[in-house]
């Protein structure tokens, strides 16, 4: 997988076909993230635009193949729709066919394309809409009023679609289409007719637009949105200033963006022939207009400010951050208007120079080619990671369907929220949203682009239940034990994943983890499944709850070390390791080492464990629901078998709490931790007939 985000665009997608497919969600009212908050998704990028060809590719290729083929279609309109509009300004076919692989190949551009924001990339929606509107000039101006409603409505349509791409492309647009749009209107300002057909067709395209938008978009959510943002402070923000003749080591990341050299050097050029040089200057052919709407986004694409030496000057992001209540964070994303702006007037101040010569245009185009490959480094990709593991039990609760199951929530551990202003936790506890699309499961982990504070800030240090599950704060054990009880059954929470890797298979959080579920909750929680990395408890308020035979070892056996050891896991053991081909672990995390069983009947039982001491013979003591079933001396050398009798009048309900107390002197400091016994596995057999506990 590339980049971090790819997680909230896939499950977009599925959410948006799950709830055409069952009755009472609304897409813009809902609780599925950040539970149990309702939260307005009207500011959140769903990217909808693209969802039907996800949705008719998704069901034969998979989501991944889907996204890589929207992400090569978006690629190729932003290229070949630029072209067009190059074309149609009387750019010659090299500079036009360069101008737009410009575009697409441009270091943001990659950016977004790398990250899987399906949202960001489309910048296509500039050139199709100057297009558009060529079009609706040209009806009026031929005065075919029915061919220039068409057009505007076909434009109000395009509008909408550029708007469900994402909430900013109208902002985006607007720095192209509105300055183009009164280009228009002051050359039809002697034709009375024209320029008030002109004004009604803009007139109808808007109104278009927003009707849509209001009726099958987000616009009404948008404008009901109430809550308090975490905007960050506009002088911070990052900008191209730093990299407008280079491309970032580490261009995949948002604070690091680039202009690169490419772009940079032929607006340049440009501006030094269009000054310069006799034969390019004082042409009437609007490349100065093209020239200057590339200005005010440069400008802001510059970052929150500029500094020279000492000198730190604000830029006009700062106005535009303001307008939009800081949830413009990122100036940068104004870049390719430069790109576009860029490529018109390039295109137009260089084509007298290529028409009619089409060697010089074939050299021309390998050349440019090969100088933008080489300043955006074409051929470089980005870190990529595994995709996440496809973990079966996900599809199990995913199939589970009826009104007791619908409503159930599923909480991931550790526990992590975001939105496009603030991460909280770990960032790859908000990726578990992933799997969202498999358990169909409301959930408290995840990323809505824009949330009130108050629906999800608690989650860092101020909910002693989900704050101590991200590992942010310490365990309060009683205080989390009743949350819990109240949680499960009222919002009602049916299923804890516990993710051993994102927590640390060697981090102590994980063991107290295990032995709060395995001890203070046990009541609660059943480890169901357990599959790689992951636990999967269902909880008491599950319809299928069975009172947990699984914390029953099988066959009496405790594999200590070994992946389902997290059932019966307790306090006072280091992680799990795998020595000599075996799988054990080290008690002496604390003065004693606790495993938690439930036993099939009640009777007498001969307990018996493998074990090895540190360092020197160390006594071992073993105790039973408190009572002491002896102590024996445990040797250095090697693994050796050691016995206990558990008598039956020890055992009470069906639980048993081992705890095995042992010598901790003599420790190598070196080591960085305290070790007592290694303990390889620990076996509970029925006595047999004719022996007693005695």
Known sequence: MAGFDYFNYHWNFWF???????????????????????????????????HPLWA?????????????????VACTLNGYLLFLWLRREGVSVALALMGGIALQTFPIARYWYYNTHINLMNWFWLPLHLLLWSQTVSAVRAR???????????????????????????????????????????????EAAQLLGLIGAGVLTVATGIALLWQFGYLSYALQFRGTLAPGKAAGRPGVAARLFSMAETWWQWDTP??????????????AAALFVPQLRHRHDGRWFWFWVGVPPFLIALGGAVQIGDLSLPTPYHLLHALTGGMFGMPW??????????????????????????????????????????????WETAPLTPVPTPYAFYAEIGAEHGALYDRLVLVEVPTGVATGEVILGDPRAVQLQWYGMFHHKRMINGFISRAPVEHFFYIETGDPMLSWLGGRVPLDADFVRRQMEERVFSYPIGYFVVHRDLI???????????????????????????????????????????????????????????????????????????????????????????????LPERRAYEVTLSAQAFGQVRQLALFANGVSLGSVD???EGLAEYTFILPEEILLDGYLELALAYDLSGQDESLGRTLGVLVDWLRLAPLDEGRTAG
């Open 144 to 190: 075919s009023t029915p061919r220039a409603i068409f057009w505007a409505m076909v434009q109000g349509v395009a509008l909408y679609g550029l708007a469900m791409s994402d909430h900013q492309f109208p902002i985006f647009a607007a720095f192209v289409i509105v300055p183009y749009g009164l280009l228009s209107l002051w050359r039809a300002r002697r």
């Open 16 to 50: 948006l076909r799950y709830i055409s497919q069952v009755e009472g969600i609304n897409a813009y009212l809902n609780d599925f993230v950040f539970y149990p908050a309702l939260t307005n998704y009207g500011y959140h990028a769903y990217a909808a635009f693209w």
């Open 634 to 636: 445990v040797l250095p």
């Open 333 to 378: 994303r104004l870049a390719p208007i430069f790109v576009i702006s860029t490529a018109i007037f390039a295109g137009k101040v260089f084509t007298p120079l290529l028409i009619g010569r089409r060697r010089a245009q074939l050299v021309f185009i390998v050349g440019a080619f090969l100088a933008n490959a080489w300043a955006v480094r074409l």
């Open 504 to 598: 640390g298979r060697e981090s102590a959080t994980l063991t107290e983890i295990f032995a709060f579920f395995n001890r203070d909750v046990r009541d609660l929680v059943c480890p169901v499944w357990i599959e790689g990395d992951a636990v999967a408890y269902r909880t008491a308020a599950h319809p299928d709850w069975d009172g947990c035979p699984q914390r029953v070892p099988p066959n009496g056996v405790i594999d200590i070390g070994a992946l389902d050891d997290a059932r019966f896991i307790g306090r006072g053991w280091h992680y799990p390791e795998i020595i000599a081909g075996i799988t054990a672990r080290w008690t002496g995390a604390e003065a004693a080492a606790r495993l938690y069983v439930r």
């Open 56 to 72: 008719l590719l998704e069901p034969f290729f998979g989501t991944l193949t889907a996204f890589n083929v929207i992400i090569f």
């Open 258 to 271: 680039s202009l690169g050299a490419f772009v940079t050097l032929s607006a340049l050029i440009a501006l």
